[in-house]
């Protein structure tokens, strides 16, 4: 149930993830140089000047995409109005501050906001949290993918392996056992050689390298269903093989298929992240909890550890939510080891 929370509280928040990001930007990637590398809790006080053209947003717009800003954050560490205009001081760095002068005509009602970096900023300035949020999409998105794919895959040749045996199991467990003996990860590099770096690319890479733990668990439950009464009866009253699969043994194995499932959901959030962190997975500005700590590993043995630990605990999460509802759905779907 802890694991059930966990994944229903990430689905909602990756659903409504502008939303909740403080930083409504599409990719989350508003950019401060500035206030590079600012520990948890930092705030700053900021100038919004207006851009040049103003962009109205959609409520769907901004919930798939995000929302562009209709102004530009200075960061500032005073200001005074003085007539028509606003004289501030720039942040430059610590200790480090520029006199500028800006016309209201050119600010935000309101011009002067003060934003809190709960979990800090990166080098580029941009919000930890809000990154960490926006990037929960692409997690949830590669497991479910993912997953989507190694079923089929794995439903289809493992159930065709374990009915027809013969001819039809020997060429597919040897296409089986030729996947198997590739490196997880170095097939995964090569698929994603051949499709190309980018977010669509790494979510079908990984889905085509996980079928075979389906199909081979497949294989053996049809194997064992299918020598039963109720499929001898199938037989007799000359049903199609198709139907008798699709009707008559699947619904009879998916209790271990689910439980897969939840296992290889988990493992492809962790191969994402790792190729995120090498570089061929999602590619910047797309935030992706791999990618934040490949950007941010530097500061581990510095002076903000966080920056790198936040994406880090939250793989952990939501791998372990994932493993643990796993191990529920093999318990409460067991049930001839409960007689």
């Known amino acids: 149930m802890f694991g059930l929370v966990i994944i229903t509280l990430s689905v909602v928040v990756a659903v409504f993830a502008y939303f909740i990001a403080p930083d409504h930007t599409p990719n989350a990637n508003r950019m401060t140089v500035e ?3 600012e520990k948890p809790g930092f705030q700053m006080h900021f100038l919004k000047i207006k851009n040049a053209g103003e962009e109205h ?3 769907f717009t901004w919930l798939v995409n995000g929302k562009t800003e209709t102004y530009t954050l200075l960061p500032i560490t005073s200001f005074e109005k003085v007539n028509d205009s606003i ?3 720039k942040f430059i760095d610590e200790g480090i501050s520029e006199r500028q002068s800006y016309h209201s005509s050119h600010l935000e009602a309101g011009f002067v906001t003060t934003k809190t970096f709960a979990l800090g900023s990166d080098k580029f300035g941009r919000d930890i949290l809000s990154r960490l949020i926006v990037g929960i999409r692409v997690s949830l998105s590669v497991g479910l993918i993912a997953v989507t794919i190694s079923v089929i895959l794995g439903i289809l040749l493992g ?3 374990g009915y027809f ?4 199991d020997d060429i597919i467990m040897w296409f089986i056992n030729v996947i198997w003996s590739i490196p997880t990860l170095l097939l995964v590099f090569a698929l994603t050689l051949l499709l190309g770096k980018g977010f669509w690319q790494v979510f079908i890479a990984v889905g085509l390298t996980m079928w075979v733990n389906v199909a081979r668990l497949v294989r053996g439950q049809v194997m064992a269903v299918r020598e039963l009464e109720f499929i001898e009866a199938t037989r007799a009253l000359g049903f199609s093989h198709t139907r008798t699969i699709v009707f008559h043994i699947l619904p009879n194995i998916l209790g271990p298929v689910m439980v897969i499932a939840a296992s290889n959901f988990a493992a492809a959030i962790v191969i994402e ?3 995120s962190f090498l570089g061929v997975g999602v590619q910047p500005p797309q935030p992706s909890w791999g990618l934040m700590i490949k950007e941010n590993y530097n500061f581990i043995i510095t002076h903000n550890p966080m920056l790198a630990l936040a994406p ?3 793989i952990m999460l939501l791998v372990l939510a994932f493993n643990l509802l796993g191990n529920g759905l093999r318990d409460a ?4 080891g409960k007689l």
């Open 165 to 168: 045996r013969g001819r039809a």
């Open 333 to 336: 779907l067991n049930v001839r």
């Open 159 to 161: 159930s065709l392996a």
């Open 87 to 89: 004289i501030v001081q």
């Open 35 to 37: 206030i590079g590398g």
């Open 312 to 314: 880090g605990i939250a």
């Open 57 to 59: 947003t959609s409520f």
């Open 273 to 275: 992240a790792g190729l």
